[in-house]
Antibody, heavy 115, light 112 residues
């Protein structure tokens, strides 16, 4: 059974960047997709992008192209999502999600963007 | 890509059945059999309930079923129970590359 454990909550200033980590255990890390999905307060789910570690190349939603970077470190079974040029609208819970069908969800990381 | 369209709310009494729709286009829902449904209780992470249109992960009650016709997918919850009250989201693969996903806006299911 795959388990995903994310890093803790962050408070960031507008214009800065945030990097959220997601450590996986169970399963074979390199073989399943890792996606990042965010949920603004009171809003729905939004896919940001994802990566299949064995392939190495990330794909991003058009909305986040140029602002988000998803990477993996297979040596530690950890995925990362970095979002730059933060604005208040980026305040949200960010989830890492494992599996092509989004089978496994991390606990979520609250990122608050505030001056 | 645009979000998939779901009704904002649905409701039913205990024991009844409720169906939630998810409408996309031929570029997502209609083009692939990769529609999933998620249940989310307040303050919790979403949980996968249905994948590949109609398959249930281990542990999901068979009261939950999925189907698709054309550009519209549906989630049916039969024998409604109080614990089914939650937000439900659909998602679909949207083509172009290995990973490209679009979500619906979500439906709040109320058990009366």
């Amino acid at each position: 059974q795959v388990q995903l454990v994310q890093s803790g909550a962050e408070v960031k200033k507008p214009g800065s960047s945030v990097k959220v980590s997601c450590k996986a255990s169970g399963g074979t890390f390199s073989s399943y997709a890792i996606s990042w999905v965010r949920q603004a307060p009171g809003q729905g789910l939004e896919w940001m992008g994802g990566i299949i570690p064995i392939f190495g190349t990330a794909n991003y939603a058009q909305k986040f192209q140029g602002r988000v970077t998803i990477t993996t470190d297979e040596s530690t079974s950890t995925a990362y999502m970095e979002l730059s040029s933060l604005r208040s609208e980026d305040t949200a819970v960010y989830y890492c999600v494992g599996g092509g069908a989004f089978n496994y969800w991390g606990q979520g990381t609250l990122v608050t963007v505030s001056s | 890509q645009s979000a998939l369209t779901q009704p904002p709310s649905a409701s039913g009494s205990p024991g009844q059945s409720v169906t939630i729709s998810c409408t996309g286009t031929s570029s997502d829902v209609g083009g692939y059999n990769y529609v999933s449904w998620y249940q989310q209780h307040p303050g919790k992470a979403p949980k996968l309930m249905i994948y590949e249109v109609s398959k249930r992960p281990s542990g999901v009650p068979d009261r939950f079923s999925g189907s698709k016709s054309g550009n519209t997918a549906s989630l049916t919850v039969s024998g409604l129970q109080a614990e089914d009250e939650a937000d439900y989201y659909c998602s679909s693969y949207a083509g172009s590359n290995n990973l490209n996903v679009v979500f619906g806006g979500g439906t709040k299911l109320t058990v009366l």
